[in-house]
């Protein structure tokens, strides 16, 4: 079965450890068939010369597509190398998602909510001392919103923040609730011909389950979902293609007979 890991970050994201090419060589060292390398860029906090604290995008972007163009040109005999981006935030602000979007020549887009408007990453938040409810419903409409924006190829980790809830009150909400919510996302993105990502770093990172889970996988399907793609969310050359199987016998499991990748923006089916 080919494995292929469309979620890893580089040491361009400035919360992960190694270089492309140690991505790269790990990738192959463990047999995949193609990485996608999707470095973080926090559309939002572009601002023109300004250094935020996830660093310099106009630097870092620019660099990883540079770099990974090279490394798929170096190990085009071993594995198929696609260039990617971690779009965070695109509706937030118009004008710095275009700039971001113009770095480079990308393969493959992921779109993904990481902060509500005016709020820290959920990574941040004392989910003890917050309402939980109404973070959850805000996400659900910022997804929503991220979903319509289209110029993406997969809505990342949807559930993100059901990972720091878990970790900081020891409990992961019901999601029953929010179900028409999430609906409209998967509708949305079932029209747009828009994949949804199977996360799986959840599985190696403590909540004990994919982003998104077995029941909305199936759901996405139900409603007639087509496209997967599968990423580790790597931050480092030891957990690229990690879990991946699973999430591959997940997603057969929940009725899909193919997961996707993307080259030059366009879906390629893998047969699972
Ligand atoms: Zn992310
Ligand atoms: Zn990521």
Redesign the pocket.
């Known amino acids: 079965m080919k494995i292929c890991d469309m ?1 890893t ?1 580089s040491n361009n ?1 400035f919360d992960a450890l190694n270089s492309v090419d140690e991505m790269c060589q790990s990738a192959i060292n463990k047999g995949l068939y193609a990485i996608s390398i ?1 470095d ?1 860029c926090e559309a939002p906090m572009i601002k023109e010369g300004k250094l935020c604290r996830f660093g310099y995008f106009d630097e870092l972007i620019p660099k990883s597509n540079m770099e990974t163009m090279r490394a798929k040109e170096k190990y085009s005999s071993e594995i198929k190398v696609l260039c990617g981006i ?1 779009l965070g935030e695109p509706m937030h602000d118009e004008k710095c998602t275009q700039k971001a979007l113009s770095y480079g020549e990308y393969d493959f887009i ?1 779109a ?1 909510v990481h902060n509500l408007r005016g709020m820290e990453d959920f990574y941040y938040i004392d989910f003890s001392a917050v309402d939980i409810k109404k973070i959850l419903n805000l996400y659900f409409d910022e997804l929503a919103e991220t979903a319509n924006f289209n110029n993406f190829d997969s809505l ?2 949807l559930t993100y923040p059901l990972r720091y809830i878990k970790e900081k009150t020891g409990v992961i909400p019901d999601l029953t609730e929010y179900q028409n919510k999430i609906d409209l996302i998967y509708n949305t993105l079932i029209k747009n011909n828009k994949a949804l990502e199977i996360n799986v770093s959840g599985l190696y990172k403590g909540l004990g389950t994919t982003l998104p889970d077995e029941t909305q996988i199936k759901r996405f399907r139900e409603l007639g979902g087509k496209y997967i793609t599968l ?1 580790s ?1 790597s ?1 480092s050359s030891e957990y690229v293609g990690k879990d991946i199987d699973q999430g591959i016998e997940l997603a057969k499991k929940c009725g899909f007979t193919h997961y996707t990748i993307y080259e030059k923006r366009r879906p390629i089916l893998i047969e699972i």
Do not use: I, M, Q
Request: glycine share 8%.
């Open positions: 979620h970050h994201s999707t973080h971690e992921l993904s990342a980790h990423g969310d931050h």
